[in-house]
Structure formats: C-alpha cells, structure tokens
C-alpha cells in the first residue's frame, strides 16, 4: 500500500463524515454529496500519486467535491437555481479552510435532520450510521438483522425524502428535541458499540468510531447541557472508555471482573462519574442513565472494594422495566448469576424465545457460563461452541475457547 493511499484512508476514516455534513448542509441532498464525495476520493487517488498529497487532505477533498456539486448543479435542469448558492458557499468556505479551525463542524445537524419527523422511525438510526460515521449498509443490515440489499433500498429512500421534502438542515429548536434527540442519541450509542465490539481491534475504524461517537455525545450534552439522558450517554460510554486498556493485555481478551483497575484511565471515570450525579439531579431517569450506573457499579466495586452486586441486580431489574431488550435481559441474567443466583439467570435466559437470539452472541456466552456454574457441562460446552462461532474478534474468540478447554479439562 503506497503512503498516497494511507493518507487517502486516513483521512476518509477520520473526515468523511465531517466533510459529507458540511456538503449535505449547502445542498440539502445528502446522496448527491455523497456521490461527490466519492468522486473526490477517487480523484485523490489518482492526483496524489503523480502530485504528491496536499498539506491539508481534507481541504483538498472538499474543494474538489464542492466544484463536483456545482458542476453537477449547472447541467441538470432542476437544479439550476442551486448553482449560484453553491458558488457563493465555495467562495465562503475559501477562506475557512485556509484556517482548518474555522472549518464548521456540522455533523451533529445532520444527525437532527436524519430524526426529523418525516424520516420513518426504523430508519433514523441506521441513515445517521451511515452518513454521519460512515458505516457501510452491509455493516449496519447486521447490526439490525436486516437483508444489505433491503437495507441499501431503506437508505436511498430515505435519503430521497430528505432531498423532496426540504428538510431544513438546522439544529431543531428546543421544543422540537423530545421528538429528535432519543433518535440521535441512539445512533450515537450504536456507533460507539459498532466500534466497541471489536476487542483486538481487528478494524481499524473501531479506534476512531468510539472516539468519535463519545465526541457527538459530549457535543450534545454542549448544546443540551439539561438533558439528562444525554449527559447519562456521555457516562455510559466514558465508563466503557476508562476501561479500554485493561480489556486487551498481549492480545488477549480480560474480562471485567479480571482487570486491572491500576489500568483505567482515572480521569475519564470522573468526568462519568460528574456527568451521571448531574444526569441523576435532573430527576428524569432513562435508560442511559441506569446502563452509566450499572458501569458506575461496576466501576465501584474494583475501586472501591465494595460488594455492588445486589446493587447491579436491581439496576438490571430497573433497565428491563424502563427500555426492556434482548441485552438487558441477558444482562440482568449475567448480573444474578454473579450475585450467587445462577439459577434464577439461567431462568431468565430460558424465558427469551430462541429464535430472537439465533445470532446473539453474548446470550450464547452468558448461557454457558451460567450453565457450568449450574453443574450443565455438556450444554455449556454447547453454548460456548455457539458462542465461539459468532465471534467477530479474535481474541475474545480465544477467551471462550479457553473457557470452554477448562471447562472439559475439570469434567
């Protein structure tokens, strides 16, 4: 791989979402600057190489994607009008992208305008993956168990919508949040987990996705500091944060109960720490809120050497009542068993229809360490062979495979 084209990478990883919100904000059509952003890619590696690449890549990219969208603007018909508004925020941009400070920042308005009432619920989450964090539609169909080619079809329909129905490209106004912001709340916590659930980091976006994911979330929580749902996000993922060098130590996978603490990053625990108590003194509990105090628990009973484990059961108990999901409940049945009550997770386990967790790997990993705790070797080994089977990252692929050979070796 020649270094144009590691630039070329790098930069798209880290500016494509950046770049593509600031097109979609002067052209209210978020397909055709998509379609232009491409082109400047491609454009980027076929100039690079013989020219050399630009000090400022990102410049670069959305200079030649602008003068695409213009370009564009003046042959089709029904885009006349568009021409000169898009070279007068050419000539605007000019001068802010000579300062790269000054470059806006407009992806949090995209990511209101992909909740916008006229966008069909179902779809909000996986359009603001994709156009604000650049995750493909393969990637995102699996996340929500959907065919890529229906997902892809839902996408461009959306996209379309966006395009005819005028959407203004703005932060909505205050009282328009309780109808938005859960939407983008949602898609941030998605990201974050997109990039999470790659232990050993076996891609390469899933560094940048949760920084980037944790840099929305404080983002919003800068633009609603009262929202107590948002600042419960920014809790939960900075407590998941905290941890992230203690998750991998010489390639292998830790789990949380074996980390070690000396290895959490102290500062980002407090800064969840501070933004849960405030999240708490707004009095309008939600489901981020008590999955940051779950963590906060967890956290607690490492740091502080107390027995957290009733307290965590409970917490469970409450997320299953207020946002009840397949991962809370198998959560809440990782919880009791920790809490000596196997058999009452094992319990809640065996009360989830099979079919809804066919491809869910946790439930398979929790399930076989709740049935060996149990005395079910022969199921358990069972579960962890389905476990291992859908791993996505080698080294948490590795852990259950140790489980699983001590598991035999005892019995």
Not at 84 to 90: G, I, N, R
Not at 224 to 244: F, N, Q, T, Y
Not at 346 to 361: F, P, T
């Amino acid at each position: 791989m020649t270094d144009v084209r590691i630039v070329a990478e790098e930069t798209a990883r880290a500016s494509y979402g950046r770049l593509l919100a600031w097109l979609t904000a002067r052209t209210r059509d978020v397909a055709a600057a998509e379609d232009a952003l491409a082109d400047a890619f491609r454009a980027a590696l076929e100039h690079w190489p013989r020219d050399g690449a630009p000090a400022s890549p990102e410049a670069w990219l959305l200079t030649t994607a602008r003068r695409k969208l213009i370009d564009q603007a003046r042959r089709s018909k029904t885009r006349v009008d568009a021409s000169p508004a898009l070279a007068m925020a050419a000539e605007e941009a000019e001068a802010a992208l000579e300062d790269e400070k000054e470059f806006p920042d407009e992806r949090l308005k995209l990511l209101f305008v992909c909740a916008h009432p006229a966008i069909d619920p179902p779809i909000r989450t996986p359009l603001m993956l994709q156009t604000v964090l650049a995750l493909d539609a393969e990637r995102i169909a699996s996340a929500f168990l959907i065919a890529p080619t229906t997902m892809a079809q839902r996408l461009v329909r959306a996209k379309r919508k966006i395009r005819d129905a005028g959407i203004p490209f703005e932060t909505p106004a205050i009282e328009e949040y309780p109808t938005r912001l859960g939407d983008v709340l949602n898609a941030i916590y998605a990201a974050f987990t997109a990039g999470w659930d790659f232990a050993d980091g076996a891609d390469a976006r899933c560094p940048g996705l949760t920084r980037e994911a944790i840099y929305l979330a404080r983002l919003t929580t800068a633009m609603a500091p009262d929202e107590a749902e948002a600042l419960g996000l920014v809790a939960l993922l900075l407590h998941a944060e905290a941890r992230r060098n203690a998750r991998i130590v010489d390639g292998k996978y830790v789990a949380l109960t074996d980390q070690n603490p000396a290895l959490w990053d102290k500062d980002l625990i407090r800064e969840a720490e501070h933004a849960l108590a405030h999240a708490w003194s707004l009095k309008s509990v939600g489901r981020f809120q008590v999955e940051a105090a779950i963590q906060s628990a967890h956290a607690a009973s490492r740091l502080s050497d107390h027995d957290t484990r009733d307290d965590i059961v409970l917490l469970y108990a409450q997320l299953n009542e207020l946002a009840p999901s397949i991962g809370s409940m198998v959560g809440h049945a990782a919880a009791l068993a920790a809490a000596d009550r196997a058999e009452e997770g094992l319990h809640l386990l065996d009360s989830i229809e099979e079919a809804r967790v066919v491809r869910y790997q946790a439930y398979w990993a929790v399930r076989a360490h709740i049935l060996s705790l149990v005395g079910s070797e022969d199921a358990a080994c069972d579960a962890y062979q389905r476990a291992i089977g859908l791993c996505e990252d080698d080294a948490s692929r590795e852990f259950l495979y140790a489980k699983m050979r001590a598991l035999e070796a005892q019995h």
